[in-house]
């Protein structure tokens, strides 16, 4: 079969590159309104075809999957072509720009019995694979609380804001680590250099199990940082995706309390030992990501991070610009995944 890549800008060069090596594939397409950039790709990677026709793409009868990487607007109206013309979906995260378009797409993706993907990467990552294994064995023990931030000088997008940005990438990894999506979110935010796009905001989210976690998100800021940390009942873990070798850290480091045995007596007794790093396998998540995608299309099964799992990310995040514009927190139902 063929595959074919439609919006050729920021993420779509990354997408062809990984579908290019793909040895199952018998050719890889490239859709794009833009001459310059289809250009660009065919220098890049003479063996594509290019095209400025979506019709004769989604008319290709070679062509069996589709990976949508155009703007975030586009992907409810274009992904149902996508389906409707019975090719399988992969969509860059966030998979719509609305929850009620996720929805139509999962529906429609039902009816042609048609494999939906949504971008979620990080969920292919090492070290968010490796902190998803020492969470179900138990290793940090109860989880009290999360404190992440993704920040950096730009870019600036402009026709979102900085939460449908950068946030899929967070609440797509804190859903999938818990296993559990909020009943409760938060929001304040500002726009700073671009009247109506906020570009900086901070979430407050509360789980069904009580954790709460607190998300920072910035296009304004004066170093480059991708950190997440877990504070946990027995340890620690640190999770930071700039760092070159360690990106992943267990402090075991805590505070046993013991129960006051008379009126007024408490005591906290202050634990710290090692700081362990993991070795991490060396694979590309983006890889990993797409031959599961192709895998899927090829033996129908469900993808890990299908059509439910994007509208979770979509639902939470219109929570979270809704209460950015209303100053008032959202109440959600909360889901337990496990």
Same mark, same amino acid.
């Given at each position: 079969?063929?595959?074919?890549v439609?919006?050729a800008? $920021? ?11 793909? @040895?199952?594939?018998?050719g ?9 950039k ?14 400025q ?13 589709v990976?949508l ?14 389906? #409707? ?8 995260k966030?998979?719509?720009?609305s &929850?009620?378009?996720?929805?139509q ?9 048609r494999?939906l993907?949504?971008g ?8 968010? /694979? ?17 404190s992440?931030?993704?920040v ?18 967070d609440?797509?990894?804190?859903? $999938? ?6 009943? $409760?979110v938060?929001?304040f935010?500002?726009?700073?250099? #671009?009247?109506?796009?906020?570009d900086v905001?901070?979430?407050?989210l509360?789980f ?9 998100? &910035?296009? /304004?800021?004066?170093?480059? =940082? ?5 504070v946990?009942e ?5 999770y ?7 990106? =992943?850290?267990? $402090? ?5 309390y013991k ?5 007024g007596e408490y005591q906290?007794?202050? @634990?710290?030992?090692?700081?362990v ?9 983006l ?11 090829r033996?129908?099964?469900t ?16 929570a ?16 337990i995944? @496990?």
């Amino acid at each position: 079969m063929k595959a074919a890549v439609v919006g050729a800008g $920021y993420w779509g060069p990354n997408l062809t590159r990984n579908l290019v090596a793909q @040895r199952s594939l018998d050719g890889v397409v490239v859709c794009d309104l833009d001459a310059a950039k289809l250009a660009k790709i065919k220098e890049r990677f003479p063996s594509v075809e290019t095209t400025q026709d979506l019709d004769a793409v989604l008319g290709n009868p070679e062509i069996e999957a589709v990976l949508l990487a155009t703007p975030i607007s586009t992907h409810g109206a274009l992904g149902m072509k996508v389906l #409707q013309a019975g090719k399988h979906l992969f969509v860059e995260k966030p998979l719509t720009s609305s &929850a009620e378009e996720g929805r139509q797409l999962i529906a429609e993706a039902e009816r042609q019995n048609r494999v939906l993907m949504v971008g979620h990467t990080f969920e292919f990552s090492p070290p968010v /694979l490796a902190a998803k294994e020492l969470l179900e064995a138990k290793e940090l023990g109860d989880i009290f609380f999360i404190s992440v931030m993704r920040v950096n000088l730009g870019l600036h997008q402009r026709d979102v804001s900085v939460i449908w940005d950068l946030v899929p990438h967070d609440f797509s990894i804190l859903f $999938y680590w818990l296993g559990e999506s909020p009943n $409760y979110v938060q929001a304040f935010g500002r726009d700073c250099i #671009q009247k109506g796009i906020p570009d900086v905001a901070f979430l407050n989210l509360r789980f069904p199990s009580g954790i709460i976690a607190n998300i920072e998100v &910035a296009w /304004l800021a004066p170093s480059k =940082l991708r950190r997440t940390a877990l504070v946990g009942e027995k340890k620690m873990l640190v999770y930071d995706d700039t760092e070159n070798v360690e990106k =992943l850290k267990i $402090y075991d480091q805590g505070v046993d309390y013991k129960d006051p045995e008379s009126f007024g007596e408490y005591q906290l007794s202050y @634990r710290t030992g090692d700081i362990v790093s993991p070795r991490l396998a060396n694979t590309e998540p983006l890889r990993m990501e797409i031959e599961h995608f192709l895998e899927c299309v090829r033996t129908g099964a469900t993808p890990k991070c299908d059509g439910h799992s994007g509208l979770r990310v979509v639902e939470a995040l219109e929570a979270a610009e809704t209460s950015l514009r209303t100053g008032k927190p959202v109440q959600l139902e909360g889901q337990i995944l @496990r």
